[in-house]
């Protein structure tokens, strides 16, 4: 409860215009209302059996309780929201489209289980080629908890073959860059990544001190999006990856 309301004190405070969560720990019997204000349009993805299915070979990794990874953005700013749903698989990954006066760009969260072998990655890769279809992909922002310690940044480099395969695809294949190159978990590893193919559309990127937003082994992110509408400035994003 402490965490939830370190949250709600920030949230109220600063009033992100769009707030990233991994590892939400909301079930179907906690509503949106309780976490956010009235004035934020919640889309969630919590953790079930077919977000985060069991192992047969290692059932006991399976955790019914944890994860989960929403996108939440003010109403009060001129854009509305719509979930992607061409594509479901067996992941802890999210995308909603923003739209404004004709203009769109995409946001996907994804959570990784640092255990999770290469079916995810697998499921991950065909939910992003599914976007690419459906909306051309012209402007894309994804961030989350990859749990992938072995790769260097900024180079992008892993002798681990499994984390190889999400940069590789990211940066080669879908023209992604990488925008966090320090540490954002206490352990001294960076886990929480932001790729975007539209750079240009992204200033200010910050990776915040840690309980700057509530208790959390994880720092926090925060950056601009170069976006405005009517009501409002370049939207600011928060990113708590909890």
Known sequence: MTKVLE????????????????????????????????????????????????DPLEPKRFRANGGGVLIAHREDIGISSYRFRKFSGQAELLSIFITNNNTNFCISTFYRVGTLSMNNFTIFQQHLLSLVKYRGF?????VGDFNLPTITWPEGQSANYLDKEFTDFLITDLGHSQLINQPTHISGNTLDLVFTNCPDLIDQTRVLERDQICVSDHYGISLNIKFSTRTSPPYSALIPLL
Not at 30 to 50: E, Q, T
Not at 138 to 142: D, Q, S, V, Y
Request: net charge positive.
């Open 7 to 54: 949250l709600q004190g920030y949230i109220f405070t600063n009033k992100p215009d769009i707030i990233i969560i991994n590892e939400s720990w909301l079930k179907s019997s906690i509503p949106s209302s309780d976490i956010f204000p009235a004035s934020y349009d919640v889309r969630r993805l919590d953790r079930s059996a077919l977000t985060h299915p069991s």
């Open 138 to 142: 012209k402007r894309h922002i994804l």
